[in-house]
């Protein structure tokens, strides 16, 4: 009876012992991370690094409940942007489900570049304005196809009739430039992503870039490209990246250290490598 009863024991022991590793519960939230090289970082269809390559770290917090908060931050240049060597990126928002494959997504972002002023620009007497811009958006994604738009709550990255102005401020068309306040600028735009095959994704865009009060500065701008799923988390893409261009930012002058000029909105094809976490 005795052995009977240790085997019994023995058991009952190994079906409970499965419990004491069974699986944690599925957390609340997703912290997706990723780190990339650039070839040009194009935003909106205009170089914020005059033509040179960029690092950039990407990391979200995202919880079921639908609500997020994320981070970006990359290089960039003061040939472009005056004063400024990093764009630094705070966001957060909402998304929820409407329907199937049709949810919302409601969010602001905020673009801040630490230390950097319009007076560092290199054209003498630009009085002090900062680049930081608010910007609140929305965007209703179906299937593959996402529309968004988002207004600024601020200036438009500090242009204003002082360091923008019409006659002045674009070498590339002396007749644009800003002419009031540029709180209130828009963007709308069309982007799709489609899975083409195992790994392979193709993607594009259009959109179109508002700057309140001015005149010359509005831009329409195109990008498609193709992304290939690598191991270990790795992806490489290649895209192509065109504007409607207008004068204004051909030619453009830096307000940089040198005395160079470039095409900041010109048709270009730029590669990207990246590695998610």
């Known amino acids: 009876m005795k052995k009977n009863t240790a085997l019994s024991m023995l058991a009952a022991g190994l079906l409970v012992l499965p419990a004491a590793h069974a699986a944690e519960p599925e957390s609340d939230w997703t912290v997706p991370m990723s780190i990339g090289l650039v070839s040009d970082y194009i935003f909106r269809g205009q170089s914020q690094t005059w033509g040179g390559p960029a690092l950039q770290f990407s990391i979200e917090a995202a919880h079921k409940s639908g ?21 630094t990126d705070f966001y957060g928002g909402y998304r929820f489900t409407v329907a199937e494959k049709f949810n919302i997504d409601v969010g602001a972002i905020y673009y801040v570049y630490p230390g950097a002023n319009w007076n560092d620009s290199s054209f003498a007497g630009t009085p002090s304005n900062r680049l930081d811009t608010a910007e609140a958006y929305i965007a209703l994604n179906y299937e593959w196809l996402t ?48 899975d083409i095959a195992e790994g392979w994704n193709l993607s594009g865009q259009i959109g179109r870039q508002i700057v309140r009060n001015s005149t010359g500065l509005d831009i329409t701008y195109y990008k498609v490209g193709v992304t290939k799923a690598l191991p270990q ?23 940089g250290k040198s005395s160079g000029d470039s095409d900041i909105a010109r048709d270009i094809v730029f590669a990207n490598i990246t590695k998610a976490f």
Request: cysteine-free.
């Open 233 to 255: 988390g790795w992806s490489a893409g290649l895209f192509y990246s065109a504007t409607n261009e207008p004068n204004a930012y051909k030619d453009f002058l830096s307000l």
């Open 67 to 87: 609500f997020y908060a994320g981070f970006f931050v990359s290089n960039v240049s003061d040939e472009w942007l005056p004063g400024a060597s990093v764009e």
């Open 147 to 194: 529309f968004k738009t988002g207004r600024t709550l601020t200036e438009y990255f500090g242009w204003d009739t002082d360091n923008s102005p019409v006659n002045g401020g674009f070498a590339g068309d002396l007749t644009a430039g800003v002419t009031g306040n540029t709180r209130g600028s828009h963007y709308y735009e069309l982007n799709a992503s489609y």
